[in-house]
């Protein structure tokens, strides 16, 4: 066993020694940022390791979202999901928009349609759902109501880098889908972010957009952000996406030895995919049901007393933090399903690095509770 201590995830570094010549190569050119070298070859890489024809880097996933909210122009009020990384409601906050909470659906911990629907108001301009965990969302559904209502869909995948159904990459769906390279992430550049457009012409936008609205050296075609990512961030995904799918590969191994494990202790829930997904592994969230002897907070601190750092992701939800709580959509009784599923979950520690016997103190602790 390692002395680091054992927490929710760790990134995965590539031997140090390997991104050597890619230092070299950014000192010989100094050139270290605005669309050098790397970006460009980082861009065609994930294009490609993703199945999608056009996407645009980020400095990170934030910048990326409220970026993608801006390229649309979208106002009023959006519909999204409490249950996620409070960033995904700060973009909208920030960019000036209403969010607007719908409840979760209990089996796949997404936004449920229906409560989508019955959110939707005149000044409904768009939904912003997540992909949480990685898990896809019910994308069928969600299309129907935006096409049914003319509102555009904007995916939070900032955990479904390389998550798959049988058509290909999940960031293919909506008007527009964001990832996060956080060093928390599958696939990481220290921090970094995407967003994968449909075509061409929305990509040249979205890249103007980034770069303070510049068109050439002495055209400012609109009101732009510095949303690039650096040289340095570049190299490192472009090393990064050498390992992806080991690194995957990994993670799948720890989930399967967490469910064999998990799967005969009373009261502790390991939720299923649904069928036909490729999944990166991301995240390992357990419910701590009522017929677990510990509640999951008392889960939560008996694992951090013997060091293992699980995370409760996302508790509290977003609709609970004081810039968010008096909105009306943010009532508890408007959303039990998300309500619920935040006292319950627990993120364990998943990341190519855990070793069988850092697991087996995971799971003697969980299992041998009661
Ligand atoms: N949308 C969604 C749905 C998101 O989940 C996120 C980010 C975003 C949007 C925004 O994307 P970015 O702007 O971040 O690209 C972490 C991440 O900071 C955040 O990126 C991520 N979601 C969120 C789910 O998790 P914290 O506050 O929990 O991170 P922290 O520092 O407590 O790290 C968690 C554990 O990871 C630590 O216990 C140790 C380990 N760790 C962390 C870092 C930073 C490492 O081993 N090495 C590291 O460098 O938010």
Request: net charge neutral; hydrophobic share 45%; aromatic share 10%.
């Amino acid at each position: 066993m390692s002395d680091r201590p054992i927490t929710v995830t760790q990134p995965f570094l590539p031997p140090l020694e390997e991104f050597v010549p890619y230092l070299e190569e950014i000192w010989k050119a100094r050139r270290l940022t605005n669309a050098g070298p790397f970006h460009q070859r980082l861009e065609v890489a994930l294009a490609e390791y993703l199945g999608v024809e056009h996407i645009a880097l980020f400095a990170n996933g934030t910048l990326a979202l409220v970026t993608a909210l801006k390229s649309l122009a979208l106002s009023g009020e959006i519909i999204t999901t409490p249950f996620s990384f409070v960033a995904t409601t700060h973009a909208l906050w920030w960019s000036g928009i209403t969010p607007v909470f719908a409840d979760i659906d209990p089996k796949s911990l997404n936004l449920d349609p229906r409560a989508i629907e019955a959110t939707i108001t005149s000044r409904t301009t768009a939904i912003l759902p997540v992909h949480v965990y990685g898990r896809p969302c019910d994308v069928g559904a969600i299309q129907r109501i935006a096409d049914a209502h003319g509102l555009k869909v904007i995916y939070d995948a900032a955990h479904a880098f390389a998550v798959r159904d049988s058509g290909g990459s999940v960031t293919r769906y909506g008007d527009l889908s964001v990832l996060s390279f956080h060093a928390t992430k599958v696939f990481t550049t220290f921090e970094g972010g995407a967003i994968v457009c449909p075509d061409a012409k929305t990509k040249q936008h979205i890249d103007l957009l980034k770069n303070f609205g510049f068109a050439d050296e002495v055209t400012v075609r609109t009101v732009g952000i510095n949303g690039k990512m650096n040289e340095l961030q570049a190299a490192f995904g472009l090393l990064q996406l050498r390992y992806v799918d080991a690194t995957i590969r990994r993670r799948q191994e720890i989930d399967t030895l967490y469910r064999r494990a998990l799967e005969s202790v009373a009261g502790i829930d390991c939720p299923l995919l649904p069928p036909g997904i490729t999944w990166n592994h991301a995240y390992f969230p357990i419910l701590v049901q009522p017929g677990y002897p510990l509640s999951r907070d008392e889960l939560y601190h008996r694992l951090r007393e013997v060091g293992i750092h699980a995370r409760r992701y996302f508790y509290p939800l977003i609709s609970e933090f004081p810039m968010y709580r008096n909105l009306s959509s943010a009532a508890p009784a408007s959303l039990p399903i998300a309500h619920n599923v935040a006292k319950r979950v627990l993120c364990l520690p998943i990341y190519p690095a855990l070793d069988l016997e850092e697991m087996d103190k995971i799971i003697d602790i969980i299992s041998g509770i009661g």
